[in-house]
């Protein structure tokens, strides 16, 4: 999976990111999975997400595998590659690493939606446009 | 000022809130008093936020005093008292204490806005039936 | 599975815990989880962390489908199994649920460690004893 | 004050760390100026935080007063300038801004204490020459 194509984003541990037991909180790597896939669709010339709107790419699953722990100060990168794309959600694989130590891989899988102001979400079929533009940044990115 | 009317919220340190010094960490204390002052919103059967709504209640100051460190399991108390109230801003005071033991003293004030969407906050008066709520409840609750 | 017996975590959304989506962000949720987990171990007569001590227990995996949204207010609970157990690892199962809405169900795998002060982390075979004490609460939960 | 020499931390607001009211929740600011303090000190060449140390910066008190929101993307800087220095507190003085629009002003005042492992707290005097090299790192970023 390593071998392809992929989106890096760095990052530094913050202080408020560990917890009493000196590692980085379990749930952070999730927002540090976040923050990378957001790096990607401004790459990509994309904003995920504006006030207001009332469409959304809501969550549908996250999972990660914690391989060894970050700590305070700690410089690492998080690896995006787009993984299974169907008609209705896009999962992202993603791999943490410092240096040539690998913290963990996880994935996170999105929908997208619609959600009218003081409607339920409702299921859409994924923009194809955007979806294009997300893998061509992929490739963009492992390219330099 | 502690000998005045308190709403009184309770909390247990939750594990997440801890940092790698084996404390809460002190941006964590400004969720606690929020959770107090939401708290007493809903025993005054309020809501302070609703999904899509165009007003809303920002913060415009927020301070804290550490006395003492909580810790992970702790349990604790919020006291809420309304403090300043001027046309437009509401001040909230508040102490944290575990049994006997001051964690802590802090305020946050809040402004009442209009916030059509895509256009900037803009202050309002603030609602007088509200503000007569709340201390209300404040009241209610020190008599129990 | 959800007939099986569940130690039980009340919880109620809290407004930091909300993102600019209008509702709670999805890496909230392994805060949940690991809430009910604690909740648990209180429940068992247990702490699962310590200042200073010399063991731990960090998380090896997470994941969780997320079904539906939560938003400010709701008022959720927690189920709580116990999953796969191996010599080294422990499985929590979890379902959270606002009533009858499922909001979604995850998993988070623990291992026990000895981490000396300076030293990396070392794997070391789960204490029986808190395991056992551990399914033992949650069967007393489910009987209430 | 905003003539003197500061240190600058550069940063982009992460979605979760934005709420339901679409702008960023009133208790990251603090999470902000503490990055910046810690980025502060690495410019120094110093470390605030190491695992298992005996000694630690907790704060005494913070403070916050907000101008402007902060929303999803948004680039903003934190100016650091060294404020107030006791015998045995040190506090630092910070502006926020993204661009020319000022979100907002802020102080954090620490103290330094001896925390032997299971012992409370201890205030110590703070240690002269990480004073002073903190000061000069404010004056030399000023330079550059």
Do not use: C, N
């Amino acid at each position: 999976m390593d071998a392809t194509p992929a989106f890096r984003y760095r990052r530094q541990v913050q202080f408020a990111e560990t917890d009493m037991a000196g590692i980085v909180h379990f749930s952070v790597h999730f927002r540090y999975m976040e923050e990378a896939e957001h790096a990607l669709w401004r790459a990509a010339g994309l904003v995920i997400a504006t006030p207001g709107e009332t469409t959304g790419w809501p969550r549908v699953a996250a999972a990660f595998d914690y391989k060894a722990p970050l700590r305070f100060g700690d410089e690492f990168d998080v690896e995006v590659r787009i993984g299974v794309v169907t008609r209705r959600t896009l999962q992202y694989i993603f791999r943490i690493h410092a240096g040539s130590r690998t913290i963990g891989r996880g994935t996170v899988t999105t929908a997208f939606v619609s959600k009218p102001h003081g409607q339920p979400m409702k299921a859409l079929d994924l923009p194809r446009e955007t979806v294009a533009r997300l893998q061509a940044a992929v490739e963009a990115a492992a390219r330099t």
